[in-house]
């Protein structure tokens, strides 16, 4: 993994390496070859569902054990069937994998879907999901890169979140970024942080002030990321959200909680509920920002020492891509240093 702490070293991440400022034109280029978590797999059986990926459609269905991914309704499979295209290798069925409780589609060419590259995710169970209450869905209408940059935007959480999370006041507040050729993981360690609203209406919570561990850990192909903090006098529970690109206007974000990690069980069962309204304080931000993205050539961002994992993303997300526009969609040997996850989220690791 390489690490960036500093000012100077976050500026540089702004030019890039060559110098160069890193163009950024989020919505508007599509990396290949992923495996993406489309659907819980609780949820299909023989009705086929729908999914989208880069606009790219994948119907989905049950049959008995099994499940299976094709690019046309079954019902239209004959027919079209000589339609189908590179995704599915002229065959017109996607490779597809069932684990972590959601259903994993490939993206890209099916040669090179090799169920070894789906993410090691150490805080749920591989073979089950979890309860229906801990499964939740919502939709942003931006695409994808927004949402993970929303994601590893350490600020948004005090100002947005502020009556789930607390507020923006604190003794100390340190940021850590780590970055491997596919994933880029942030560290926010703070010091007095006052105990949020919810904390102390909802839990119950006496103590003024937390100190906070917050974790973000993303995929830059796919869009995945895993959520954790941890706080001195109140329960959490990681999360694994999806953040799948079904267009440039619209990313899909499937979460599941790591129930297992938290002995809390009325948290357990009372946080998940948060979920639609987090998703639509983030969506109340996300929402007008992109059309200035997608039709308007932005100037150059402003930055702080806080972006420093947002700018880490657009340079990993440009390496990646100037990679598979010289037609390499390989992937690097770092991407083992990710292996340490579970001990950075300080989670369980689960079978
Ligand atoms: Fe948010």
């Known amino acids: 993994m390489t690490r960036v702490d500093s000012t100077a070293e976050v500026q540089s991440e702004v030019r890039g390496k060559s110098g160069r400022m890193v163009r950024w034109e989020p919505g508007r280029h599509i990396l290949r070859d992923a495996w993406f978590p489309v659907a819980h797999t609780p949820v299909l059986g023989s009705t086929p569902v729908r999914r989208y990926v880069h606009s790219q459609p994948y119907y989905i269905v049950r049959e008995g054990d099994r499940f299976r991914a094709f690019e046309f309704h079954p019902e ?10 590179e995704f599915t290798g002229g065959t017109g069925e996607y490779p597809l994998v069932d684990r972590y409780g959601f259903t994993w589609v490939w993206y ?29 869905t919502n939709f942003f209408h931006c695409t994808y890169e927004l949402v993970l940059e929303n994601v590893l935007d350490l600020t948004h959480i005090d100002f947005v979140h502020g009556n789930f999370a607390g507020t923006f ?15 880029v993981t942030m560290v926010r360690t703070i010091k007095k942080k006052p105990t949020s609203e919810y904390q102390k209406k909802v839990l119950g919570v006496r103590e003024k ?30 999360l ?7 267009s440039p206007f619209l990313t899909r974000a499937d979460a599941i909680f790591g129930l297992e990690q938290c002995p809390d069980i009325t948290y ?12 639509a304080q983030d969506e109340a931000m996300l929402n007008p920002q992109n059309p200035r993205y997608l039709f308007e050539a932005p100037g150059p961002d402003m930055n702080t020492r806080f972006d420093t994992a947002g700018l880490v993303y657009r340079r990993r997300h440009q390496e990646l891509l100037e990679r598979q526009q010289m037609g390499d969609y390989s992937y690097n040997t770092d991407i083992g240093d990710g292996a340490k996850i579970a001990e950075i989220l300080k989670v369980r690791r689960m079978r």
């Open 76 to 85: 239209e499979l004959k027919r079209r069937g000589k339609e189908a295209s």
């Open 108 to 136: 890209g060419n099916p040669d090179n879907a090799d169920p070894a590259l789906i993410p090691d995710i150490p805080f749920l169970p591989s073979r089950r999901s979890m309860p229906a209450y801990a499964r939740v």
């Open 169 to 183: 006041e604190s003794e100390d507040d340190r940021i850590t970024v780590d970055s491997t050729s596919e994933t």
């Open 209 to 238: 002030f937390q100190d906070v561990t917050t974790v973000t850990h993303v995929f830059i192909r796919s869009g995945i990321c895993f959520l954790h903090a941890h706080y001195t006098s109140a329960p959490s529970m990681p």
């Open 240 to 246: 694994m959200q999806n953040n799948t690109p079904e």
């Open 268 to 279: 357990r069962k009372n946080w998940p509920k948060t979920g639609p309204m987090v998703a």
